[in-house]
């Protein structure tokens, strides 16, 4: 198999605060291949952003400490880089988009000068070159009269302008990885999707790889190849976008998808939703961090914390009992007694 663009093995990244030593990423690996799109999903706390911000290396200690773990960009470890040469990475082949561009943007600098100087740290060119990427950029990103836009402050912008800015920043280089944490999110749901068909698009034409985050289903069902389901600090299953949606096998990944209100038979259905919120990750449940909330959890399950395995190709899922549970039939059986209820 050729070496993959990046390789996270066994990453776990601690805060320590006074309540206790968090363990927002705890022992999770991933690969992620050239120009593929890998969706990140789970609820707000499984360590999603913290992921991101280890590979960017943006971890900031003494608080916050990678603890463990190898992160391989074209086989070469970024965790043992010396800071000059990550700089080198961060922004040139590893571009990061955030949730809220405002605090990425300065506002006292023009939308020209922030594209400039991102250009001219990572790419040997002239100002007046570097000016005409930036321009380039702009267009590139559809965002109309971009001569006269550069001039502009990011207050000027608005919010799906100002992340089509981040987008453009974030692309002026030619990065190979793209990490966009919930790049749309802050947008409305028309900005949203277009935000998101521009940026994917425009990824595809340079075969960018992109770690998408988000805790919207709906939106890496739509948009990744791959797609990892992350709980409480872990991965829980990770697969094709097509298998994760039509043949869940881990029971959270059956309850995300069941609490997604969905159109079923031009009839709003709710399948089923998980119960309880996710433990604290500093007092972690031992055996399997989802038991509490697991409607098929049984004795070992609070015992022994099953481990992320293959079971299939490209397929992975952390449940003792990934093999045996049929979620699929169980999801029919609750479609027809809700159907049963309905009629009645
Ligand atoms: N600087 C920090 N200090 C202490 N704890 C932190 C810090 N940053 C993150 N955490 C904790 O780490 C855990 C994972 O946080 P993270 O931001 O990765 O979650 P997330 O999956 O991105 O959630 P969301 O969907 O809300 O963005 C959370 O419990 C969070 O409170
Ligand atoms: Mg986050």
């Given at each position: ?7 996270v ?5 601690y ?6 030593v968090v ?10 291949q050239?120009g ?14 913290v992921?991101?911000?280890s590979?960017?290396r ?17 086989g ?10 990550m ?19 300065n506002?006292?600098?023009t939308?020209?000068d922030?594209?400039?100087e ?8 002239s ?9 380039q ?5 559809q965002i ?5 836009r550069?001039?502009?402050?990011p ?7 100002r ?6 920043m ?18 409305d ?15 595809d034409?340079r075969?960018t790889a ?9 939106v890496?069902?739509?948009?990744c ?7 409480a ?8 976008g ?5 043949n869940?096998?881990?029971?959270y ?7 997604m209100t ?7 259905v ?9 433990p ?5 449940p031992?055996g399997?961090?989802?038991r509490?909330?697991?409607e ?5 399950c609070?015992?022994?914390?099953p ?6 190709a ?5 449940c ?9 039939a ?5 479609r ?5 209820e309905v009629?009645?």
């Amino acid at each position: 198999m050729t070496q993959p663009l990046l390789r996270v093995t066994d990453l776990r990244t601690y805060f320590s605060t006074e309540e206790g030593v968090v363990r927002a990423v705890d022992g999770i690996s991933f690969d992620l291949q050239p120009g593929e799109r890998r969706g990140v999903v789970g609820e707000s706390g499984s360590g999603k952003s913290v992921t991101a911000m280890s590979i960017m290396r943006l971890i900031e200690p003494p608080a916050g400490e990678i603890v463990t773990g190898r992160i391989e960009y074209k086989g070469a470890n970024l965790l043992e880089m010396a800071e000059d040469e990550m700089q080198a990475v961060r922004g040139g082949q590893i571009a990061m988009i955030f949730q809220d561009p405002m605090t990425a943007l300065n506002p006292v600098y023009t939308i020209g000068d922030q594209l400039m100087e991102t250009i001219t740290l990572h790419q040997k060119v002239s100002k007046r070159e570097a000016r005409d990427i930036a321009m380039q950029a702009l267009a590139d990103v559809q965002i109309p009269n971009p001569v006269a836009r550069l001039e502009e402050y990011p207050h000027q912008f608005s919010g799906g302008m100002r992340q089509r800015v981040m987008i453009a920043m974030g692309l002026s280089c030619n990065p190979d990885i793209l990490i966009a944490d919930e790049p749309t999110t802050a947008l409305d749901v028309t900005t949203q999707a277009k935000i998101m068909d521009l940026m994917l698009g425009l990824a595809d034409e340079r075969n960018t790889a992109v770690l998408l985050i988000t805790h919207d289903l709906g939106v890496v069902a739509g948009f990744c190849d791959t797609i990892q389901v992350m709980y409480a600090g872990g991965i829980v299953e990770s697969g094709s976008g097509d298998e994760i949606f039509h043949n869940p096998q881990h029971p959270y990944t059956w309850g995300l998808l069941g609490s997604m209100t969905r159109l079923d038979q031009a009839q709003q259905v709710r399948l089923h939703s998980i119960a309880g919120a996710p433990p604290s990750v500093i007092d972690l449940p031992v055996g399997c961090r989802f038991r509490p909330r697991c409607e098929f959890a049984q004795d070992i399950c609070g015992r022994v914390l099953p481990p992320l395995v293959e079971t299939g190709a490209g397929r992975s899922v952390a449940c003792h009992f990934a093999e045996e549970l049929d979620l699929k039939a169980i999801d029919v059986r609750h479609r027809e007694t809700e159907a049963e209820e309905v009629i009645s």
